[in-house]
């Protein structure tokens, strides 16, 4: 057990008291969403696990710890059900949850009454005791599980993150509000606090003697409930993408054979009538100028061009650019401005598509054709 810290626990009480209100703010905002309740379980699945942390160290320097076994807020395996089903949630639209599903959070209801049974009583206290008590060993098959579980819904919600990003540049040009990379973050931290959490409290038991959870429990619990709080108030924020048509099947690959008409008829179109100009271009818009299927057009891009939607629409865009800024009537733009003539409508989109496809920024290519021009300037004068 760490040494308490009023300061470190008062911080996590503060975090965790918000993470709650953000919670309930969820739940009660207006078109309420399927998105929201996860989240909101999310946030207080979490919550309680910081309340938790805080409570004990209370009461452990009150010597009464026996009074919190009777009263142990932690529910370990609702927190990977939650983060799987909001993350579902927000990338499908057409995802509704079922009975079926609600089996995921069965787990939730035996670990709530574990924590009312002598086993836990017992086997955690058995933790502190030479020998350790019997039923040591069920509690901590216990929080190994929970651990487990929230490792394995962290990397399947991550999968799935993944696959609806690359579904998103099959369909379309622009990924501004739909990508959500911000969700990224928070979920490989959930993953690896676990993992870290285990390995270091095994290196420390068992060679360290316990000497160094006062210096990694409460400061590791500060972060866990700042980040909770955060993904809670960027999650209020965007609570839905603005996409429809995904579903989280895996799609099935195509065999079909390259069609080169329709691409050398794309070819010409994006020459001629330059629709990646339009900031929202899609692959259904497209599929409308070309008249034909969106999946014909998906697969011939694929195919023909080796690149995704995304990758083949800002090519045009790059080219558009690369175009603009060596002509002296644009000198008065910034180059933000010609990105967005050229049909980004983001900054950190714009940079990211052209350091990929170009290895410089968009200001190191600029300067790069000013050094080029004045150098031709100085050998001719």
């Not at 919600?157 to 993944?162: D, H, N, V």
């Not at 009537?329 to 052209?354: H, P, Q, W």
Request: glycine residues 4%; positive net charge; hydrophobic residues 45%.
């Amino acid at each position: 057990m760490s040494s308490p810290n009023p300061i470190l626990t008062t911080i996590i009480f503060v975090f965790a008291l918000q993470a709650i209100v953000l919670g309930v703010l969820l739940l009660t905002k207006r078109a309420r969403k399927q998105s929201n309740i996860f989240l909101s379980l999310l946030i207080f699945f979490f919550a309680l696990m910081a309340l938790n942390i805080a409570v004990v160290n209370v009461l452990w320097s009150r010597d009464m710890m026996d009074i919190f076994r009777y009263v142990q807020l932690e529910l370990l395996f609702g927190i990977g059900p939650a983060l799987y089903f909001y993350t579902k949630s927000v990338t499908c639209k057409a995802f509704t949850f079922s009975k079926k599903d609600a089996l995921h959070f069965v787990p939730v209801a035996l670990e709530f009454i574990f924590y009312r049974t002598a086993f836990y009583r017992l086997g955690a206290d058995g933790l502190y005791q030479t020998p350790a008590h019997p039923y040591t060993k069920i509690y901590l098959v216990e929080q190994w599980l929970g651990s487990l579980s929230i490792v394995i819904y962290a990397i399947i919600s991550l999968r799935l993150l993944f696959r609806y990003q690359s579904w998103l540049k099959q369909h379309y040009s622009n990924l501004e509000n739909k990508s959500l990379r911000w969700l990224q973050l928070p979920i490989i931290i959930y993953a690896l606090f676990w993992i870290g959490w285990n390995f270091f409290g095994e290196v420390d038991k068992y060679f360290f003697d316990k000497s160094l959870k006062e210096y990694f429990i409460l400061p590791t619990f500060v972060g866990l409930a700042a980040v909770t709080c955060w993904i809670g108030f960027k999650g209020y924020l965007k609570t839905q993408t603005e996409t429809s048509g995904y579903a989280s099947q895996k799609p099935k690959p195509s065999s079909d054979d390259p069609n080169p008409e329709l691409a050398k008829k794309l070819t010409a179109l994006m020459d001629k009538e330059r629709p990646y100009l339009y900031p929202e271009l899609d692959l259904n818009r497209l599929a409308e100028l070309l008249e034909a299927n969106p999946k014909q057009v998906s697969h011939t891009i694929n195919r023909s061009f080796s690149k995704n939607f995304y990758e083949y629409v800002n090519s045009y865009r790059i080219e558009a650019f690369k175009q603009s800024v060596t002509e002296p009537e644009n000198k008065k733009l910034t180059l933000l401005g010609l990105a967005f003539e050229c049909g980004f409508n983001s900054k950190s989109t714009f940079n990211d598509v052209f350091k990929k496809a170009t290895g410089k920024t968009p200001s190191q290519y600029a300067k790069q054709l000013k050094n080029k021009s004045e150098k031709k300037q100085s050998v001719v004068s």
